[in-house]
């Protein structure tokens, strides 16, 4: 009920506002975002609250002043600044009331990880809303010319994508070299741990696999996140077993470390290639992504096959 109210009385400011400003100054653009919503703006947003830590990544690289970001989700760190700005909650469960607070001229949401009613009520109230997919490198690399046309960034956006494009190219590159060499890895990418979830086909952390040059042992096209069995995992015997953690994570990641360790016969254990990897880069679909890869390459086949030669 309190929310209801609030939501009132904000479009009520906000029609008010609207009314009383001359639009003439600033040209009127429109944003057309991943879920399709033609998003209206009036004038360059100079408020943008980003919904989580990868579109506040993006935003900055885009061209976005650190002070237009006023408001961030849990776990924003990244330029350093931004852990400064007001938290609006996690992003898969983002407060409303903390949001509309910010007077947000922009919000910045993923299409996979916001939930679909924050978006409506944000629309409702005439707050403009552009949703980017980030669940692909396709994606991603489209949400640079999104998020670049909603802030009047396009310029940069395209700078900074072909950059990100480059670091990718690089790493295509020690891989295809890697390949020749016959040195390719089978690879399981272990993100959760009670219960033993895997990254599968349809993830972008599989297409990082592809970019490094490894195969990944859960391939299959029509998965994403599946939870699996410790025999199945024995049975499709990995070259290495990277343990993506994140924060609380990481103890539990430490006993699955040890767990596969235990196994000899495992080629992961005989090879010693069971790393825990923590890496925000790399759990983030953001602009440092190619960076994760990286440092998922290092793991994956050592620091001297991450300049393109054997282990």
Known sequence: MRNRRLETVFLAAVLLAGAAESRAATPEYHVVDAVGADVHFVRTPKRIVPLQPSLAELAVRVGAPIEAIVGVSAYTDFPLELKKKPSIGSYAKPNLEAILALKPELVLAGRDGTPKEIVARLGKLGIPVVTVATETLAGLREAYRVVGAAL???????????????????????????????????????????????????????????????????????????????????????????LVGMGDDVAQFSRAEKRWKSYPKLAAARAGRIVLLRSDSLVRPGPRFPGGLVELERAVYGAKAAEGGKP
Not at 159 to 171: I, K, M, N, R, V
Not at 182 to 204: C, F, H, I, M, R
Not at 206 to 234: H, K, M
């Open 152 to 242: 009047r960034r396009s310029t940069e956006a395209t700078a900074a994508l072909a950059e990100f494009d480059g670091e990718l190219a690089a790493l295509r590159k020690r891989a295809e070299t890697r390949t020749k060499a016959g040195n390719s890895a089978k690879v399981l990418l272990q993100v959760g741990e009670d219960p033993l979830v895997v990254a599968a086909g349809k993830t972008y952390l599989n297409e990082g696999l592809g970019v490094i040059g490894a195969t990944n042992v859960y391939a299959d096209p029509e998965q994403t996140y599946p939870r699996v069995s410790i025999e199945d995992v024995l049975k499709k015997d990995p070259d290495a077993i990277v």
